[in-house]
T-cell receptor, first 110, second 114 residues
Framework: LAKTTQPISMDSYEGQEVNITCSHN???????ITWYQQFPSQGPRFIIQ???TKVTNEVASLFIPADRKSSTLSLPRVSLSDTAVYYC???????????FGRGTSLIVHP | NAGVMQNPRHLVRRRGQEARLRCSPM?????VYWYRQLPEEGLKFMVY????????ESGMPKERFSAEFPKEGPSILRIQQVVRGDSAAYFC????????????FGQGTRLTVV
């Protein structure tokens, strides 16, 4: 199972763009990269998923370089409500068990 | 389509009692996962079940903990003879039967052992 490494914490201010990078040097050919968001006292919520290049949805963008050994979650113009823990996961569709690390605690300041 | 439903949201048990946590997956989902989360920590995988089968229980403590996902009804995580160290948030997630890497989580059950 590919191990992921991401910063423990980040600070930002309202209106800024936030980029959280995750390293997954041992990612396998069939693995997808998935990001979840978790607010205090709530279960994680799926944000975005990708395999390569760039994926964008209404919430975020995910950038994946050609070697796929890392990925960057980009949150445009964050607000206070984006304060949460963000988790990066990798895995393929077969016998997939979502495995969470410590995640990145993002604090958005006024 | 209702999301993953967990109940109760909060559960208080005295040491030595039993705790039963319930999880109803999303409609059409046949894969259920249970996780435990201690304060300021990430989610720790406990067990992965499909209908009537335990697929992977590598994260389950060997004693006092058990899980089931019967043909009918919710998945149950059962903790016997609870101790203070069992106090945590327990989350359930479900995913569809076909290959998927997206899991849908419930709101969790916060267990407090007094």
């Amino acid at each position: 199972l590919a191990k992921t490494t991401q910063p423990i914490s980040m600070d930002s201010y309202e209106g800024q763009e936030v980029n959280i990078t995750c390293s997954h040097n041992n990612i396998a050919t069939n693995d997808y990269i998935t990001w979840y968001q978790q607010f205090p006292s709530q279960g994680p919520r799926f944000i975005i998923q990708g395999y390569k290049t760039k994926v964008t949805n209404e919430v975020a963008s995910l950038f994946i370089p050609a070697d796929r050994k890392s990925s960057t979650l980009s949150l445009p113009r964050v607000s206070l409500s984006d304060t949460a823990v963000y988790y990066c996961l990798v895995g393929d569709e077969g016998s997939y068990i979502p495995t969470f690390g410590r995640g990145t605690s993002l604090i958005v300041h006024p | 389509n209702a999301g993953v439903m967990q109940n109760p949201r909060h559960l208080v048990r005295r040491r030595g009692q039993e705790a039963r946590l319930r999880c109803s997956p999303m409609k059409g989902h046949s894969h259920v996962y249970w996780y435990r989360q201690l304060p300021e920590e990430g989610l720790k995988f406990m067990v992965y079940l499909q209908k009537e089968n335990i697929i992977d229980e590598s994260g389950m403590p060997k004693e006092r903990f058990s899980a089931e996902f019967p043909k009918e009804g919710p998945s149950i995580l059962r903790i016997q003879q609870v101790v203070r160290g069992d106090s945590a948030a327990y989350f359930c997630a479900s995913s569809p039967p076909t290959g998927s890497t997206e899991a849908f989580f419930g709101q969790g059950t916060r267990l407090t052992v007094v």
